[in-house]
């Protein structure tokens, strides 16, 4: 049974930073292309970035320079670094087992979904 468990939300001041943790367990990590998606209140949800096995990652143009995706395949462990943020971050969070390294990133056929952890950036 695949689990895929979000951590790190928050709310934060404009400009502000937070780093999101996302754990998976019961499938083979590094041959999995990880990912993050958010979705606002009112919005379809949307691709973030994607990181393939070996780092190489895309991101959306509206993060891009602002957010850093990174992974420990000896943990099971994916990170989503968020600085700078603007209240137009605010959405839920989540982690995808599955994406696709197209820009903006798209999940994969058969992707799994966390439960999502949300973010919001005051103004």
């Known amino acids: 049974q695949v689990q895929v468990v979000e951590s790190g939300g928050g709310l934060v001041q404009a400009g502000g930073s937070l780093r999101l943790s996302c754990t998976v367990s019961?499938?083979?990590?590094?041959?999995?292309?990880m990912g993050w998606f958010r979705q606002a209140p009112g919005k379809e949800r949307e691709g973030v970035s994607c990181?393939?096995?070996?780092?190489?990652?895309t991101y959306a143009d509206s993060v891009k320079g602002r957010f850093t995706i990174s992974r420990d395949n000896a943990k099971n462990m994916l990170y989503l670094q968020m600085n700078s943020l603007k209240p137009e971050d605010t959405a839920m969070y989540y982690c995808?087992?599955?994406?696709?390294?197209?820009?903006?990133?798209?999940?994969?056929?058969?992707?799994?979904w966390g439960q999502g952890t949300q973010v919001t950036v005051a103004s």
């Open positions: 019961g499938l083979t990590f590094d041959a999995v292309r």
């Open positions: 995808a087992a599955g994406c696709t390294l197209a820009v903006p990133p798209r999940p994969a056929a058969g992707v799994y």
């Open positions: 990181t393939s096995w070996t780092t190489f990652s």
